[in-house]
């Protein structure tokens, strides 16, 4: 992140997000604003599918960011790739589209979007 290197190499998650919801409005990164120039970097600790299972109804909630296996750091670019002589990353994917193979490189860049829309009531 930012051109520093994770020391860590197990997680059960690795998202990186702009926006506040995926699959169509699970609040994964309920922080996140899609202005502040940020990417937010969440991930999930090496965990067993029982303790999956216990964070699930948080995630739906929004208030899994608080479990003690979940960690979220800021970051303006973020490159994805699997340690040197690690194992292959799984796939990812983009607004649901699935990426090529690793490495995944993702940068922030404000106000490099302009939407047009009707003016609010």
């Known amino acids: 992140m930012d051109g520093h290197a994770w020391k860590d190499d197990r997680y059960t998650l690795v998202a990186v997000a702009n926006g506040t919801t995926i699959g169509g409005g699970i609040p994964l990164s309920p922080r996140s604003d899609l202005t502040d120039g940020f990417l937010e970097v969440i991930t999930a600790d090496a965990l067993t599918l029982p303790q999956i299972a216990a964070i699930l109804p ?18 303006t670019s ?10 292959p990353l799984p796939a990812a994917s983009a607004d649901g589209e699935i ?5 995944w490189t993702v940068r ?4 490099a979007l302009h939407v047009l829309a009707p003016p609010r009531d």
């Open 58 to 75: 948080r995630l739906q909630r929004g208030t899994h960011l608080d479990h003690p296996a979940v960690h979220v750091t800021r970051a």
């Open 78 to 87: 973020v490159e994805l790739a699997p340690a040197p002589g690690g194992a």
């Open 99 to 103: 990426l090529g193979p690793a490495p």
């Open 108 to 111: 922030c860049a404000p106000g």
